[in-house]
């Protein structure tokens, strides 16, 4: 009898964490071996529309998804990391995966790959095409996990859109070493003919995605060439050959998610969707710590008078982008509680904000084998002009600062995966 219980899932997961020794090993071979045993479900989706770039993926996933939903369509929605629960990563037809449903895929998909290596995340995406394969939507969208072009997500023979945000330096490790290097795993995604929107780039990883395009005759959508959006008195102005557009403000805050915002909207323009499906793109979309304010829950609580924020930023243009945003959320005394993973470039993250805080208080992660030691992040904000202080937990910090500033802009930054765990015990 099926295993139906939260535990039900999380023991399979548990099995296929160790199925691979590398968490990460970008190839297709594996992930081409066990669709086939499945059956090709990835040749069965609704049409999909594929999102790559190094910020703002997640958030462009989620405006889309609200603005196909307003419509009156029902959407698929692959993405990762999670937070707080690995469910979070499939969606289908506008509902999270149930655990009955989950762990009988996963069962299905581990059965299917008879015990030899294949990575976790191979595998759970592999799991999460087949919940899609089996119902009826009308989209389907996949976030690319790392890069694009060896992404487990990169098997979708003909997407009907693609979309790369913009492209910095993270995951240098696996992607490589300059911008350019990068916007060339990134622009993997595009596939011949197919058109592709593509937010702000810097002049490298832009000169390599015209180039990919050229050579596979993808039209492409630019941001600066074939659209703008601007804010304006409040609003977002979007204007593209066909004409100008008086939108709401987007409800993610921050100056960036107006980029991401017009990326949606050259998107849903470009697949024929009104002025109605573009307004609630920006007006009706959810996507938890992205300069969450946190309003119940026991840290709130431990919070009293003082604000609780959460960002799971974590590279320098999510550090520039932070930053950003906080000076326009206008005069207010920014404490900041900071834990981050050893594979990110802190320095490169705290430095734009470097002067907007009165006071940094570095954490480690709870049970992630990579995070950094809060020593570790204390030292790197003091080098970079912050004065800083380590403490035992995210609760711990709390209480330090309100002790200090009753009523503190506290904002708890660095990782998804700390904002993951700050999710999960904060209810």
């Not at 020794?21 to 066990?34: E, F, G, S, V």
């Not at 049409?47 to 405006?63: E, F, L």
């Not at 992404?151 to 995951?171: K, M, Q, W």
């Not at 992660?365 to 004065?387: F, K």
Request: hydrophobic content about 45%.
């Amino acid at each position: 009898m099926a295993v139906t219980s939260p535990r039900g899932s999380d023991l399979v997961l548990q099995r296929l964490m160790s199925l691979h020794p590398k968490i990460i090993d970008l190839t297709l071979d594996r992930m081409w071996r066990i669709l086939a045993d499945l059956g090709h479900p990835e040749r069965a989706l609704p049409p999909v529309i594929h999102i790559a770039g190094t910020n703002g993926k997640g958030s462009t996933q989620a405006m889309l998804r609200a603005g196909l939903e307003a419509a009156g369509a029902r959407v698929h929605a692959y993405t990762s990391p999670h937070l707080a629960r690995f469910h979070e990563r499939i969606r289908v037809a506008g509902e999270l995966i149930s655990e009955e449903a989950l762990t009988a895929l996963l069962d299905e998909c581990e059965a299917a790959n008879g015990g030899v290596p294949i990575t976790f995340f191979e595998i759970t995406t592999a799991a999460a095409m087949l919940a899609f394969a089996r119902t009826s939507a009308d989209w389907t969208l996949l976030e690319v996990g790392l890069g694009g072009r060896l992404d487990a997500t990169n098997v979708i023979e003909a997407p009907r859109l693609t979309v790369i945000t913009p492209v910095s330096l993270d995951h240098q490790q696996y992607l490589g070493e300059t911008v350019g290097e990068i916007a060339g795993e990134k622009a993997g995604i595009l596939k011949r003919g197919v058109p592709c929107v593509v937010g702000r780039q810097e002049d490298a990883a832009l000169e390599v995605i015209e180039a990919k395009a050229a050579r596979l005759g993808v039209p492409l959508l630019v941001q600066g060439q074939h659209w703008h959006v601007a804010a304006e008195g409040g609003r977002l102005v979007f204007q593209d050959e066909t004409g100008l557009l008086d939108l709401p403000p987007p409800r993610l805050l921050g100056a960036h998610q107006y980029d991401n915002a017009g990326m949606v909207v050259a998107a849903l323009r470009h697949l024929g969707f009104g002025e109605d499906a573009c307004a609630a793109a920006l007006t009706r979309a959810e996507w938890p710590a992205r300069m969450q304010r946190l309003v119940s829950g026991p840290l709130v609580e431990l919070a009293g008078t003082a604000q609780l924020w959460l960002d799971g930023g974590h590279n320098p243009s999510a550090g520039e982008a932070i930053a950003a945003t906080l000076d326009g959320m206008g005069a207010h005394p920014t404490w900041l509680i900071c834990g981050m993973l050893n594979t990110k470039d802190v320095a490169g993250f705290l430095r734009p904000l470097a002067g907007r805080a009165e006071r940094l208080y570095a954490v480690g992660i709870p049970g992630e084998a990579n995070t950094l030691p809060a020593e570790a992040t204390r030292d790197v904000a003091r080098a970079e002009g912050l004065e800083a202080e380590t403490a035992g937990s995210v609760a711990e910090a709390v209480q330090a600062i309100v002790a200090q500033d009753p009523a503190a802009r506290i904002l708890i930054c660095g990782s998804l995966y700390l904002a993951g765990r700050v999710l999960q015990e904060n209810g």
